[in-house]
């Protein structure tokens, strides 16, 4: 095992521009939740987009919190480092997502099961000039909307560079935001041309999104913690590194058979190589040379231990549970 740079001089100017943007995003989702919160009214849509922009400050504060921690050094009580502080928000980030998706979802449900009508009243924010509070709250969905996809677009492309599954978790929540504000919004006009019910479905609606997000996060948190093998940032298919790492290993005239074994630990790999030799000369030079030559590959390459063995022993078929 080698001493090995954790983050490239640019992959850290793109950490600092992500953690800015991240404090950005903070900055702004509170003046929108306040601005939401004022106008929220009885409708039950505008209750479910506030509620998602509550829950859209977790993955923020969690990318800076784990930021911060997982640059901890090893020591002897965590001798592996802190990188798994990034795995631990973005699992805390999803069973938040979920939870309060659902919580939204059987509010609304019930509340369009038993044929509440939901009135939206006229209001005197400017004087005396009465005005439906409806505008103000098309107003404040729209502000909560669109400032969100603009940063959701500049998050993503940071996010697949540093591999970094909480970041990317959050552009793709703020790139999804219109569709929130879209359905509430919907609501309130919904509302306004006496469409009762039409509010309560676009919270349903809503809340369904929130769930589904909070899904399939809570998934990919739970697998990257359970040492599934790596995936890309999207989790649409394996990484292609460990397949890369075991070609080079081949390709190395001393090695007979090579298998390689990687996990996660938040936005770097981790894992082990074996190998099968040809013969036993200058092995210890051969395997700490393949390592160094390993390890500059990727800079997600974070540790490789190479083992010589007799005979490869490959993992079964994950079938029907994969």
């Not at 009135?119 to 107003?139: N, S």
């Not at 309560?200 to 929130?210: N, R």
Request: net charge negative.
């Amino acid at each position: 095992m080698s001493e090995h740079h954790e983050l490239p001089p640019d992959k850290h100017e793109r950490l600092v521009k992500a953690a800015r943007l991240e404090w950005f995003s903070i900055v702004y989702l509170i003046t929108a939740i306040v601005l939401l919160y004022f106008t929220l009214g009885n409708s039950q849509a505008m209750k479910a987009a506030w509620v998602e922009d509550i829950l859209g400050l977790t993955p923020p504060v969690a990318f800076l919190v784990a930021s911060r921690v997982r640059r901890r050094r090893p020591n002897d009580r965590f001798p592996y480092g802190y990188h798994r502080a990034t795995a631990i928000a973005y699992l805390c980030a999803s069973v938040a997502l979920l939870g309060l998706g659902a919580f939204i979802l059987y509010d609304s449900a019930s509340k369009l099961l038993k044929f509440e009508h939901p009135p939206i009243g006229l209001v005197k924010p400017f004087g005396d000039q009465p005005i439906w509070l409806g505008w103000l709250m098309l107003a404040a969905l729209a502000y909560s909307a669109v400032p969100q996809v603009i940063l959701g677009r500049l998050k993503q492309p940071l996010a697949k560079e540093l591999n970094d599954k909480v970041l990317y978790a959050d552009a793709e929540m703020n790139r999804a935001d219109w569709m929130t504000a879209g359905a509430a919004m919907l609501g309130v006009i919904g509302i306004g041309f006496g469409l009762w019910w039409a509010d309560s479905v676009a919270a349903s609606i809503i809340s369904i999104d929130i769930v589904r997000d909070g899904w399939k996060n809570l998934r990919v948190a739970v697998d990257d913690l359970m040492d599934k093998e790596p995936t890309v940032i999207d989790d649409s298919r394996a990484d292609p590194l460990p397949l890369w790492i075991k070609n080079e290993l081949l390709l190395l005239d001393w090695v007979k058979d090579a298998e390689v074994r990687l996990r996660e630990g938040g936005h770097v790999f981790m894992g082990e190589a074996f190998v099968v030799p040809v013969d036993n000369d200058d092995l210890v030079g051969r395997l700490e040379r393949a390592n160094r030559h390993l390890l500059d590959l990727d800079w997600r390459l974070h540790e490789l231990v190479i083992s010589p063995v007799p005979e490869i022993n490959r993992p079964e078929p994950a079938g029907g549970d994969g």
